[in-house]
């Protein structure tokens, strides 16, 4: 009966938080918005851009500025009303805006414009669209069931030991959305031992944005419920504003502080479960759960000074960087790390780190790349980076004669800047740091060398893609659409058809008008499945295209839409299922004399399964 009952109230609370206003009683847009506005203006414009699915907010960006995106997003409604496509609300676009009778509604307790959970309930704020469809603020998916899957991640400190003091990552796991956004409203993990006992400090970051999700400090027993007396604690914070993306993956990293305790080490201590809650676009709760027995941190009780090392939340994300044809580019970063010394102060004084370079998926050597490197802690140029002999496109770079002061247990964050040589484009650059004795070097307060913790553990940074264009990617779609159905249910062949909208930086870029040399398909599941571009187009030929060439002038947008074939090539009579198709690449050019001079493929390998879009199979077979 007490569930029962809870449920009831959760129920009554569920429905006394959502908010539905009437068409007739829209918001009214009064103010000319363009980019840079902010406000609730622009909030509500924003929501009913999502509503019509000409607009798709970032995972963890809030509504109330008009930026590049909303740019874009108006002028495909100006061009849906037969407005000039200015990319600006003026008195026509207004005037279009009032007459749907389109709304915001932010009237629930604690719920600001833009918000996307009550401050003063937690639960999520609702917002109201023409048609009466009530959804989570932040969700583009609303009426859309989903599922949010939950597997362990690859960035996690398995087996590491920590003492008194020290921390770490302990796990690591990737909530990957289905068919809808998902609202993550709770985070769970159960340890195998009473973790207060070795922990003092918890907190969940995700590692996307490195933003931290939640932070329990001064931990007890009151934070954890006793599942399993002597071997199963739980742990669950509740989780605000973080959207899991339809399609997308987000990974959610567990960081650990452990206790001045003086325990008696070693301590094995097993993360036995994970779970994950969530509220997809009907307001359902879905709940994952993970089993992760193998994964564990040892405790390791007092010991003396150890260094220990991460990749700082200002370390840049993957992107594509804008350089010059006719001069070098500086001040690139690279890579920010944050080192801190457990218990006393240290001094390091020598790093030593890989970068990779590579073109079009071959080796390029990085002294090709850049003109220097340099490591900076605040303003102050700690040492130029000596480059080893390159291999297969990567090399050592080492930093020396250089005294850097840690104090204790206090983190300081340490960046590494490059010079790019002029006219590079078509070029990735990643760096990683292997966190060992020999990489990292120095002494401690007591003239005793550095001891470093954490040794294996890799910390890579984000792929920069350089490109002399600053060309853009934004706004992907895709879809696989089999012939008709007929009595079997297998087909021969499929259409695999998309869009994507490609920005120009400072220079004009150029798309070939050839389906083969603009974009590079691919199939996958299958070996004998084969996907063929058929077309490529980009609306009417504009007067300034050239033969044989889409122009995007500098600093505007255009739309470019494909279809090809994905076709079975197996000889053998039967069923090849789950054949997928897709586009790994995009090329370009920023002259009509070169066919592939630059690509872009950050942005897809990011949404995951060619596009993110994990349904779109077909069920290929010999008929």
């Known amino acids: 009966m007490k569930k029962i009952s809870s449920i009831i109230v959760m129920l009554a609370l569920a429905f006394a938080l ?352 850049f003109q220097n490197v340099q490591l900076v802690s605040g303003s102050t140029v700690l040492s130029n980076g000596t480059f080893g002999t390159s291999a297969n496109g990567s090399t050592t770079v080492t930093f020396n004669n250089f005294n850097l002061n840690l104090p204790q247990d206090v983190y300081v964050p340490v960046k590494v800047i490059a010079s790019v040589q002029k006219n590079v484009s078509g070029v990735t650059a990643s760096t990683s740091l292997t966190v060992n004795s020999t990489n990292l070097v120095g002494i401690d307060a007591n003239s005793n060398s550095l001891t470093v913790n954490s040794s294996g553990t890799v910390i890579s940074s984000a792929i920069l893609q350089f490109s002399a264009s600053g060309a853009t990617l934004t706004a992907p779609s895709f879809s696989i659409t089999p012939p008709l159905s007929n009595s079997t249910g297998i087909y021969k062949t499929a259409i695999f058809s998309g869009a994507f909208t490609l920005t120009a930086g400072n220079n004009p870029i150029y798309v070939s008008r050839t389906p083969a040399t603009a974009l590079t398909a691919t199939s996958s599941n299958v070996a004998s499945s084969t996907a063929t571009l058929d077309s490529i187009g980009a609306g009417n030929v504009l007067s300034n295209d050239p033969t044989g060439f889409y122009q995007i002038t500098p600093g505007q947008s255009r739309t470019f839409s494909f279809s090809g074939t994905l076709t079975n090539t197996s000889t053998t009579t039967g069923n090849v299922s789950n054949a997928t198709a897709g586009i790994t690449t995009i090329y370009f050019t920023d002259d009509t004399g070169t066919a592939q001079k630059s690509s872009i493929s950050t942005g897809l390998d990011a949404l995951n399964a060619y596009f993110g879009v994990v349904n779109s199979r077909v069920t290929l077979g010999t008929l």
């Open 18 to 369: 959502t908010v539905t206003v009437s068409a007739d009683s829209g918001y009214s847009f009064t103010k000319t918005l363009k980019l840079g506005s902010r406000g609730a203006d622009v909030s509500a414009l924003q929501t009913v851009l999502v509503s019509k699915g000409l607009l798709t907010m970032p995972a963890g960006v809030a509504m109330g500025y008009y930026g590049s995106l909303t740019v874009s997003a108006v002028k495909a409604y100006q061009a849906s009303k037969g407005i000039s496509t200015v990319g600006q609300v003026g008195p026509a676009t207004r005037a279009a805006l009032n007459a749907e009778g389109a709304v915001v509604s932010t009237n629930v307790a604690g719920c600001v414009a833009g918000a996307l959970f009550s401050s003063v309930t937690g639960q999520p704020c609702t917002t109201t669209s023409t048609g009466g469809t009530t959804s989570t603020v932040g969700i583009t998916t609303p009426g859309v069931a989903g599922t949010l899957d939950i597997a362990r991640g690859s960035a996690v400190g398995n087996g590491t030991t920590y003492n008194d003091g020290q921390s770490g990552s302990i796990i690591s796991y990737d909530l990957k959305a289905g068919a809808s956004d998902e609202a993550v409203t709770a985070l769970s993990v159960d340890f195998s031992v009473r973790p207060w006992l070795y922990v003092s400090s918890l907190s969940f970051v995700n590692q996307q944005t490195g933003a931290t999700i939640a932070t329990v400090s001064g931990l007890t027993a009151a934070n954890f419920t006793e599942i399993t007396v002597g071997s199963e604690y739980r742990i669950t914070v509740p989780v605000t504003g973080m959207i899991v993306p339809k399609g997308q993956r987000v990974t959610v990293i567990v960081n650990a502080t452990m206790a001045g305790s003086n325990r008696t080490g070693p301590v094995n201590v097993f993360m036995t479960r994970a779970e994950a809650r969530a509220v997809d676009g009907t307001g359902v709760t879905t709940t994952s759960q993970l089993l992760a027995q193998t994964d564990k941190f040892v405790y390791g009780g007092v010991s003396n000074s150890a260094l220990i090392t991460t990749l700082d939340v200002s370390s840049p994300q993957s992107s594509i960087i804008q350089t010059s044809v006719s001069a070098v580019t500086n001040n690139v970063s690279l890579a920010v790390y944050s080192f801190k010394s457990q218990n006393i102060a240290s001094t390091l004084q020598q790093i030593a780190m890989k970068i990779s370079t590579a073109t079009s998926g071959a080796a390029y050597a990085p002294e090709n790349v």
